[in-house]
């Protein structure tokens, strides 16, 4: 009888590590840990994982390349230059090489880059993936332009980043606000070039079982063509308002953005609503009544507005998202199956005048306008550590929004040989990072600029850790073979051994490999005065056979002799701007990505 219960739990057991396995071979963001440049950290929320949409309203329309000589504008650069251009229309900051009507808020962490460059759109896949979004509208509002060249790059760089592992939104349009001939043309065109194709049917985001598009179905004829169409979407046409709500003759009408307090799109039997709109600030301003108008208006709905308290006071206020906090609070008190967030990427906005029928003086900016009055969440380059601060707001928001998948098993002590690969195959959990994301940019941006970025080198897929009494093990895989350890900022493992933002840079107390390693001889250093200043601590053993490595760390090294272990890591290879954070957004490769890191935790 012992002797099958042995088997019997040695049965279970692998099971079990089979399971486990099975589940952590894909990336998944909830098991990630990050605190942000204000100090904000991540939350879990393991007991309340739901089927819950989360979608991203994002921009295509960057794919026109400019004139030979033409000046990318930034409105809050011209303004911290030239702060008199606010009031003069005609100032020289506003009028040089205007051959386009756009100016940028701000530069975006990835350049003045077009959506037609495939190595940003994949890293835009990843950072969306891992904040929980599942699907995007892309705004095809402006007359019957649908932006076929950025679509094309999208589709067959999401595709591409799906098979390596990555969990990418998936993709549907927002077309004009209303049952226009733009509209109809636009809609025929979409369902003709891509719907149509079986290529991309994996691609769709699919509501109540079919390809869901925000569109007006209610000038397709009776032709055979758009019966066809009328039978392949759900139609969610968009209210374009901020105001008004769904429209009573259009009750399957969902927002895009609104005013505090949103409103719930779409009644559904079980008592609750398909749809509420977040944004991150409105362009509408008192005098409007809550309309759309511009938003350089005074007291416009900004980032740091609130309709319940008013202004934010506190200095760089635009940076904590008051505006976006009050607006997901709405959200989680309706409770509805999805959310539309505005936005991700806009960036862009044309200066208009009284004569255009805006009423900003002496001009008028309607979508974006400068740090406060904007509403891109994409990380932006001017805020330093505070670069991704509406992003990690969103994954905060995200995951109390949908839950979190509760953390995987953590194996019991296991002690590794030096080069005994093998033995890494029982060890749990396994932290998976995606594959492919190592490819090199070379691509035009706005204006004059070619971007190029060739220090992806090592692509980082997966790691382990493992424990004894005196030793902790960490393993490392990359998708091909690992260059020479002589090469520059080669394969370092950053550890946050308190999980506290108050010790170390940014958190990271140690780093492995910062030192070139020599021969099988790691050297583990310590961060100085909680800066980019390392001195050595101690020594590891390294050892590295083709695409794998291992380090055995002694635990007093990191002073890590007392369990329960609880601490946070994260692997970089090839980073570029030392003791930059926002660098693990840009060069290299890391796992996990940008300012996320894995938690080794054993309760």
């Known amino acids: 009888m012992y002797t099958y219960i042995m088997k019997f739990r040695y049965l279970l057991f692998l099971f079990v590590i089979g399971f486990s396995q099975m589940r952590a071979q894909q990336a998944c963001s909830d098991y990630w840990s990050a605190t942000d440049g204000l100090g904000r950290t991540l939350q879990r929320y393991d007991e309340s994982k739901q089927d819950k949409t989360v979608i991203m309203f994002y921009w295509t329309w960057h794919n026109s390349p400019d004139a030979s000589g033409t000046e990318v504008k930034n409105i809050s650069q011209i303004l911290r230059q030239y702060p008199e251009a606010i009031r003069d229309a005609k100032h020289s900051a506003w009028v040089k090489n205007r051959s386009r009507n756009d100016y940028y808020w701000e530069e975006p962490l990835f350049g003045y880059y077009l959506t037609t460059d495939t190595w940003v759109l994949r890293k835009h896949a990843e950072l969306l993936a891992d904040a929980g979004v599942d699907a995007i509208f892309t705004d ?19 595709k591409q980043a799906k098979q390596d592992g990555v969990k990418v939104p998936k993709i549907a349009f927002l077309l ?10 636009s809609l025929r065109h979409l369902y003709k070039k891509y719907y149509s194709n079986k290529e991309f049917s994996d691609m769709w985001f699919y509501w109540e079982g079919k390809p869901c598009i925000m569109a007006y179905p209610n000038n397709l004829t009776d032709s055979k063509e758009d019966q066809a169409i ?53 362009n509408t301003a008192p005098e409007k009544k809550g309309h759309c108008s511009a938003f350089n208006l005074p007291g416009s709905h900004s980032r740091s507005f609130t309709a319940r308290y008013g202004f934010d006071p506190r200095p760089q206020s635009y940076l904590y998202g008051a505006n976006f906090e009050e607006q997901w609070d709405r959200a989680y008190e309706i409770n509805p199956k999805a959310v539309f967030v505005t936005g991700w990427n806009e960036w862009i906005a044309g200066m208009w005048f009284e004569s255009d029928g805006w009423t900003g003086k002496p001009f008028s900016f309607v979508d974006e306008f400068d740090w406060d009055r904007s509403r891109d969440i994409e990380p932006v380059k001017a ?8 992003y990690m707001q969103l994954v905060n928001k995200v995951r109390r929004f949908k839950g979190t998948e509760s953390l995987p098993l953590v194996s019991s002590p296991h002690t590794i040989k030096m080069g005994e690969w093998e033995e890494w195959k029982m060890v749990l ?3 998976a990072s995606y594959k492919g994301n190592t490819r090199h940019r070379n691509a035009l941006g706005r204006g004059d600029s070619v971007y190029v970025n ?19 093990y960490f393993y490392v895989e990359t998708a ?5 350890q002589t090469d520059s900022n080669w394969m370092m493992l950053f550890i946050n ?3 506290s933002q108050e010790t170390g840079w940014q958190g990271y107390d140690y780093v492995i490999n910062y030192r070139s390693p020599k021969g099988s001889k790691a050297y583990v250093q310590k961060s100085r005065l909680n800066k980019w200043i390392w001195e050595d601590a101690g020594e590891a053993q390294m050892k590295v056979d083709g695409n794998r490595l291992m380090l055995r760390v002694p635990r007093k090294v990191l002073a890590l002799e007392t369990d329960p272990l609880n601490f946070e890591f994260k692997w970089s290879d090839n980073m570029q701007d030392e003791g930059n954070l926002m660098d693990f957004y840009v060069n290299g490769d890391v796992a996990p990505g940008g300012r996320f890191n894995f938690v080794y935790t054993v309760k």
């Open 140 to 158: 095809c509002t402006n007359g019957s332009l649908t932006w076929d060249e950025s679509t094309d790059s999208l589709l067959y760089t999401w």
């Open 176 to 185: 004009p606000f209303g049952p226009s001939n733009h509209s109809l043309t």
């Open 230 to 282: 009328r039978r392949f979407f759900t139609f969610r046409p968009g209210q374009p308002d901020y105001v008004d709500g769904p429209n009573r003759h259009f009750p399957n009408q969902w927002g895009w953005l609104e005013n505090y307090p949103q409103h719930g799109y779409v009644p559904c039997a079980d008592g609750q609503f398909e749809l509420v709109t977040v944004g991150v600030a409105q």
């Open 383 to 390: 805020w330093g550590d505070c670069a991704d601060s509406y």
């Open 429 to 431: 959990p396994y932290y």
């Open 454 to 472: 060739n220090t992806g080198r090592n692509d980082l897929i997966g790691a382990r850790v493992a424990r004894d009494a005196d030793y902790l």
């Open 480 to 484: 091909e073979k690992i260059t020479p």
């Open 497 to 499: 051994a308190d999980r």
